[in-house]
């Protein structure tokens, strides 16, 4: 590594460290322990959680837990992405160093979307056009109503299309790698 690449890197670090600090310091004043706010994503992490604990279905637990697994990654991946390029943010966090909603990517939409794929596979239903649905309404309900609570705010000409989209990227890479991965699966059984 040259000087300049390593002073570029030392400074990069200095800076994110700073913001860090700063986040933590916002965390401190307007997003910790003592906000309804703090309590309702505590809410969006465990809630769901408990509820999957009842509501899965064990024989096909592996199967859904793996498609839940791809939501969460997915999902965590466009959120990350969305929140440093500044098309969102989630005033109000978990924990101060995860600038996205932890109860959101790790358990509230995760969930969702298990345990509609679990009734869509259980029910023989249409895959598409229930996550479809699914991703209009959490697009043009569940997020505007976060947003009015100012529990999210859209930034730098994001709107709810574009979250649409993101929602249903989500919905086709979760079913597409699942469906590979259940083929493999099959196949070795041949």
Request: hydrophobic share 50%.
């Amino acid at each position: 590594m040259n000087d300049e690449q390593q002073q570029l890197l030392t400074d990069l670090e200095k800076d994110h460290t700073d913001i860090t600090k700063g986040f933590t310091d916002y965390w401190r004043n307007h997003s910790s322990f003592d906000t309804w706010q703090f309590w309702l994503h505590v809410m969006f992490l465990l809630v769901p959680l408990v509820i999957l604990y009842f509501k899965i279905d064990r024989k096909k637990a592996l199967l859904i837990g793996f498609f839940g697994f791809n939501v969460h990654v997915w999902f965590t991946y466009i959120d990350t992405f969305g929140a440093k390029l500044g098309f969102w943010s989630y005033p109000f966090q978990l924990m101060p160093t995860i600038t996205v909603s932890l109860g959101l990517d790790v358990s509230f939409i995760p969930v969702i979307f298990m345990l509609l794929y679990q009734w869509v596979i259980n029910h023989d239903k249409n895959y598409y056009v229930y996550f479809i649905g699914l991703c209009l309404f959490i697009s043009f309900i569940f997020k505007p109503l976060m947003s009015m609570l100012d529990l999210f705010i859209l930034d730098n000409g994001a709107n709810y299309f574009h979250i649409l989209i993101g929602y249903l990227v989500i919905m086709c890479i979760s079913k597409w790698i699942t469906n590979l991965f259940v083929y493999f699966e099959k196949g070795s059984k041949v």
